[in-house]
């Protein structure tokens, strides 16, 4: 149909030519030239009309009225550039700060893995049965599964280590680097190809320590090598150890972590990058990560079934316990932990809600400035109605010109959302070192997401004031430009339906951060069990400068000795591990004397090591028994200590304290339990009532290894008064020990911080969207009030006129203003009731209704609401009656 | 701008035009005012079309494929546009007519013999 298009002049002359036939025939006939022409027409009917139609037949008629509609929208906007870029700039926050989550959380949970064919790479995770929390993988537990050809293509393991580069020979200057020890199939099954030289295979994963290669990342490369393409075949020294540079992964490799690694090296090499740490045969260390790729045909839940027939098999005859262990498979991305990525979910939908929220003060503010500056076009709107415009055309059109606002307030925002999820992830990144490398660019998904969201939000402010401006009461609104008291009426009462509308969404934003907020303080000050002020955490390098267990030993000796003496010391002891340090070691104990059996299982407990003044130094009360002595240390019967958790779970109701339990495989021996210590929190700060045995540090050379093996324990250290100067003490006598040697001190403290990083998040953005969603909300209170008070000038002259003071004016506006607010506030403490309810998991001990936020936001929105209403009341004070009711 | 009900009333008039204008081009190519004319003419004064009506009809019927149109020379040495009926056309011609006629006859019998024929 379109390519026959005539050409518009075309219809014209043939009518042209129509009537000039009709008027020959005519003058045949006999009438004048005159008579004959007019008769031609008249014959002709309504000539205009025929070349309408003519030309309305051979187009697209809703394409011109769309045209025409778009350049009359963009002529309406340019002349009004105050309204415009009110209305824009609001829009912008609005959308854009919706773009900008939006992107963050396709970009860490939505997008798929940087990896070959992500669509059949999974995450593993195992856990427990009868434990919530997902464990990771022991070395033997990952051969054993690597095993399970039925179902996977290939099974990888990774785990990070911090290694120090140079090292060795006194290097003053050593630069640490994040490399991730990976098995031989990483690349071969997630499919990262090298750029220059190659990438490891199973070959060069096969006996530790064998094959000390490493393969570079583009970046680290680039940092570290300069681009250099003789790097392949050079070395690198990590940890001490010479490494041969095997090749350099694609710029875009990655792996399954956004955070990007310096190096990969094999896993065998563990033993040679930890020396005090031998993962590799350890069947109780937990401490590596999984991910696979399925066998094509092979469906997730078929292959986590075959996968837990394994680990099962495995957990009765490798590790000899009893418990149940489960698989869990997750589709590859990179927030995929299954408790993590619930809770990232939950995070994400609430956010996501919170700045629609925002959004919708946003829209409500923009609509309230559209119907106010509809009423001054109420005589175009009544003229074109009049002339014959259907509603429905005008609707189209005021509907084109709020998309239009929409759309240039999303174009805006895109620009807004180009560098707002950077910085958030700057401002709120938990406290890792390494760069994180999310995928944040503004593409299709995104460009898409803000195009559909600035057309809803068009419409969404736009429908209402469309559907009201074009209300056919014509004769009115030509005669006196609709000032009709009856139209301003239902008009008022639209305005203030927004804006309290506003004010409810404000509140449910506001009481959500408040109660963060104080969940947030909940968590910071929360219980530890243990004293954690002015308690030093010192890890010392030895393990880098060829100490042994026995040189280790004596080195935590002697720097004992002379941290005891220093007068801002009050207490020194060593941990294997450090409470909220993120690592815990398990061993499968064994209670009471008999050998396990199906009455007395054995099972897996976190145990810790530690020097006799351990529970002294960190003020863990000895609730039963005694703490361990100088004696224990020394050598002696062997003794443990557990801690209540423990002995509620073992010895309910009885005292434990000689009985005995064997805190080990086989080879170790029984230990008699001595004492028993109060709860304190774990290696996370939500381990909280989990059964813990401490063993005692041996400076013997028999006995359990872990026991006796000093090497890679921390010092822990309480300050009398002033950490920092005895960290800077400790490090000088470390130093006189053994120039080699570091010591880095933190703060026991400070380690809460990284654990509440989570409540921090959400207790920040929450308070940021609700000041802003208070901020909209007064900025529409304010419009909604001072229009009020222009079309009530009339009203207000009569009043002052008749004896009303400028109080009672005062009175009256500030007033109505508040009444709207007590209404928005009512409406939305109670949507807030059933929202609370749902974030209730987040809200670390505090109750949903808790008084102090709602009294506090209640002051706050009441404060806000008087001071954006004092400004327009002042100026309807200002009235001059005379004026006023002269005013029209 | 057209409103609803005119849109109504010129759907019914295109339905008995297209026929119209078809049947006229039967006899040769013809250009719009001859059209009227003749449809004029044939039907004894009876049928008066609004001249302007013809056109968009004429319109629809080349957009259809029905006829196609040219510029031509008229009789009296004039421009004109000349429509000619093309086979389709021809088809579309016969199958309206049996169906007018089919109507036309249906309706007869409805109101039986014409009163006072005498």
Request: proline share 5%; net charge positive.
């Amino acid at each position: 149909m379109f390519w026959r298009k005539r050409k518009p002049s075309d219809p014209a002359a043939e009518v042209e030519a129509h009537l000039e036939l009709e008027a020959e025939r005519l003058k045949e006939r006999g009438l004048s030239e005159e008579e004959a022409r007019v008769a031609a027409r008249r014959a002709f009917g309504n000539v205009t009309r025929a070349e309408e139609r003519f030309y309305e037949s051979g187009r697209w008629l809703w394409w011109d009225h769309f045209v025409q509609d778009l350049r009359f929208g963009l002529r309406m906007l340019r002349k009004n550039p105050g309204f415009t870029a009110v209305a824009v700039l609001t829009l912008t926050l609005g959308i854009g700060l919706n773009t900008s989550i939006f992107t963050l959380f396709d970009a860490v949970a939505l997008r798929p893995l940087p990896v070959k064919d992500p669509a059949t790479v999974v995450n593993v995770y195992q856990r427990i049965q009868g434990e919530a929390s997902y464990r990771s993988f022991s070395y033997p537990e990952y051969l054993a599964l690597r095993n399970a050809d039925s179902v996977l293509s290939g099974l990888v393991a990774y785990a990070w280590i911090p290694v120090e580069l140079g090292g060795g020979a006194a290097t003053t200057d050593a630069e640490e680097a994040q490399a991730l020890l990976v098995s031989g199939n990483y690349f071969t099954v997630l499919g990262g190809a090298a750029v220059l030289g190659r990438t490891f295979t199973l070959e060069e994963d096969q006996a530790p320590g064998a094959d000390p290669v490493a393969v570079l990342s583009h970046a680290f490369w680039k940092r570290h090598f300069d681009s250099d393409p003789a790097t392949v075949g050079k070395s690198v020294k990590l940890n001490g150890i010479r490494f041969t540079v095997l090749g350099i992964a694609g710029q875009d490799f990655i792996g399954t972590e956004p955070q990007i690694p310096d190096l990969w090296v094999p896993l065998t090499m563990q033993g040679q990058l930890m020396p005090s740490d031998d993962r590799l045969r350890d069947r109780g260390s937990f401490w590596l990560e999984a991910v696979a790729r399925t066998r094509p045909g092979v469906s997730i839940r078929q292959a986590q079934a075959g996968m837990n027939v394994l680990i099962n098999r495995f957990s009765r005859d490798y590790l000899g316990t009893r418990e149940q262990a489960s698989i869990t498979l997750t589709p590859g991305s990179f927030l995929a932990r299954p408790d993590v990525r619930g809770q990232v979910d939950s995070l994400a939908f609430l956010v996501m809600a919170a700045v629609g929220m925002v959004l919708l003060i946003a829209c409500a503010n923009v609509a309230n400035l559209m119907m106010a500056r509809a009423t001054g076009r109420q005589r175009e709107i009544g003229i074109r109605l009049s002339l014959g415009a259907t509603r429905r055309r005008l609707i189209q059109q005021l509907l084109i010109e709020s998309s239009l606002l929409a759309l240039l307030g999303g174009g805006i925002g895109l620009l807004l959302a180009y560098w707002m999820p950077n910085l958030l992830i700057e401002a709120l990144k938990p406290p890792y070192e390494q760069p994180i490398a999310l995928h944040l660019g503004l593409d299709i998904p995104i460009f898409s997401y803000t195009l559909l969201l600035s057309l809803f939000t068009g419409a969404a402010f736009g429908l209402a004031p469309a559907w009201q401006a074009s209300k056919p009461n014509v004769l009115s609104v030509i005669k006196d430009g609709g000032s009709s008291s009856g139209q301003r009426l239902s008009r008022s009462r639209l305005h203030h339906v927004l804006v309290s509308a506003e004010i409810a969404i404000c509140v449910v934003l506001l009481l959500g951060a408040g109660l963060l907020v104080r969940a947030l303080k909940r968590a910071q000050t929360v219980n530890l069990g243990f004293d954690a002020k002015r308690v030093l955490v010192v890890a010392l390098d030895l393990n880098l400068h060829g100490y042994g267990d026995i040189r280790a030993a004596e080195f935590h000796r002697e720097l004992t000795e002379q941290l005891q003496t220093l007068a801002g010391v009050k207490s020194v002891s060593l941990a294997s591990l450090v409470p909220l340090g993120g690592i815990s070691r398990s061993a499968p104990i064994t209670i009471g004397e008999h050998e396990p059996s199906a009455s007395l299982p054995s099972l897996s407990v976190n145990y810790w090591v530690v020097s006799p003044n351990y529970f002294e130094t960190l003020g863990v009360p000895i609730v039963r028994g005694r703490g361990f002595s100088v004696q224990d240390a020394r050598g002696g019967p062997p003794v443990a200590i557990i801690n209540e958790a423990m002995s509620r779970q073992f010895w309910p109701g009885g005292n434990p304290v000689g009985k005995r339990l064997r805190p080990g495989p086989p080879s170790v021996p029984f230990a008699e339990i001595v004492g028993v210590v109060k709860n304190t929190r774990g290696a996370r700060l939500w381990e909280a009532d989990e059964p813990y045995v401490y063993l005692p540090t041996l400076q013997t050379t028999e006995g359990p290894p872990v026991q006796t093996g000093q090497l890679g324990m921390k010092l822990l250290v309480r300050a009398e008064t002033n950490p920092d100067i005895v960290a800077a003490t400790l490090a000088r006598l470390v130093k006189r020990l053994d120039p080699n040697v570091k010591a880095s001190s933190t703060l026991l403290e400070k380690s809460v911080g990284r654990w509440v990083w989570f409540s921090q998040v959400g207790a920040t953005l929450s308070s940021a969207l609700g000041l802003l969603a208070l901020l909209l909300a007064a900025v529409g209170i304010y419009g909604v009030m001072s229009y009020s008070v222009t079309q009530r000038t009339r009203e207000m002259g009569i009043r002052m006129a008749l004896g009303a003071s400028q109080d009672d004016v005062l009175k009256l506006v500030v007033g109505q203003g508040l009444r709207l607010t007590l209404l928005g506030a009512a409406i939305g403490f109670l949507i807030s009731l059933a929202v609370t309810r749902v974030m209730a998991g987040m809200l670390y001990g505090v109750k949903p209704t808790d008084p102090v936020t709602l009294v506090s936001v209640s002051l706050l929105l009441t404060a806000v609401a008087v001071l954006a209403c004092y400004i327009p009341a002042r100026r309807a004070t200002k009235v001059d009656p005379m004026v006023a009711l002269r005013y029209e | 701008m057209s409103t609803q009900k005119e849109k109504d009333r010129l759907e019914l008039l295109q339905g008995t035009l297209d026929v119209l204008i078809l049947r006229t081009l039967i006899f040769g190519p013809q250009h719009g005012q001859g059209i009227g004319r003749a449809i004029q003419q044939t039907s004894d004064d009876e049928l008066l079309v609004e001249h302007g009506a013809l056109y968009p009809a004429l319109q629809r019927l080349e957009e259809r494929g029905w006829i196609t149109a040219e510029w031509g020379i008229s009789t009296n040495n004039r421009k004109a546009r000349f429509y000619t009926l093309t086979r389709p056309g021809r088809k579309q011609l016969v199958k309206e007519t049996t169906k007018w006629r089919r109507l036309a006859a249906a309706i007869g019998r409805v109101l039986g013999p014409e009163a006072g024929e005498g």
